[in-house]
T-cell receptor, first 110, second 113 residues
Framework: KNEVEQSPQNLTAQEGEFITINCSYS?????LHWLQQHPGGGIVSLFM???GKKKHGRLIATINIQEKHSSLHITASHPRDSAVYIC????????????FGGGTRVLVKP | DADVTQTPRNRITKTGKRIMLECSQT?????MYWYRQDPGLGLRLIYY???????NKGEISDGYSVSRQAQAKFSLSLESAIPNQTALYFC????????????FGEGSRLTVL
């Protein structure tokens, strides 16, 4: 069983809608990363969290260490937000290497 | 220039051929990683290196080898490519601090016929 579970696997939204992607993990972590991968493109790091909340533009990432859960929110979604969003956790149990979730494919329609 | 550069970006080769994917970074990071991405699967770690003299196997190292020629360069080799090594390969770097940000290359798409 993957130690990092993302939901939903796929998400379609209309432009302007608020989007939430969830990530749950099973081990204690030192950091959690949210990554973005555009179709055919490379991977970009959006956030790195160890506690609390971070905001960058229309993107907000939160983490609840006690519940082993993180969310990525996209406010006022736009077609250019269409991408795969990947959650990854770093834990001492894994030798501080990253364990990746399977990704959430987001499509924002105009 | 990109922080992490991978070459080639696309390669088609035949079974049994030797292939090298190269990665160079301008971040000055000690930690470098090679990952493989397959449809429907998360990124999987092939090899990683914490400095020039340090090479470590990841979860799927069989059939692959690496070379850390310098702090900035980390190459992945497939000694004898096979079709199930067809995948998208990513190089990444990270700073030494435990919560260091990740930087990925653009990916190298390899097709083995």
């Amino acid at each position: 069983k993957n130690e990092v579970e993302q939901s939903p696997q796929n998400l379609t939204a209309q432009e302007g809608e608020f989007i939430t992607i969830n990530c749950s993990y099973s081990v204690g972590i030192s950091a959690l990363h949210w990554l973005q991968q555009h179709p055919g493109g490379g991977i970009v790091s959006l956030f790195m969290l160890s506690s609390g909340k971070k905001k960058h533009g229309r993107l907000i990432a939160t983490i609840n260490i006690q519940e082993k859960h993180s969310s990525l929110h996209i406010t006022a979604s736009h077609p250019r937000d269409s991408a795969v969003y990947i959650c990854a956790v770093r834990s001492k149990a894994a030798g501080n290497k990253l364990t990746f979730g399977g990704g959430t494919r987001v499509l924002v329609k105009p | 220039d990109a922080d992490v550069t991978q070459t080639p970006r696309n390669r088609i080769t035949k079974t049994g051929k030797r292939i090298m994917l190269e990665c160079s970074q301008t971040k000055g990071h000690d930690r470098m990683y090679w990952y493989r991405q397959d449809p429907g699967l998360g990124l999987r770690l092939i090899y990683y290196s914490f400095d020039v003299k340090d090479i470590n196997k990841g979860e799927i190292s069989d059939g692959y080898s690496v070379s850390r020629q310098a702090q900035a360069k980390f190459s992945l080799s497939l000694e004898s490519a096979i079709p199930n090594q067809t995948a998208l390969y990513f190089c990444a770097t990270r700073g030494a601090e435990i919560t260091g940000e990740l930087f990925f290359g653009e990916g190298s798409r390899l097709t083995v016929l």
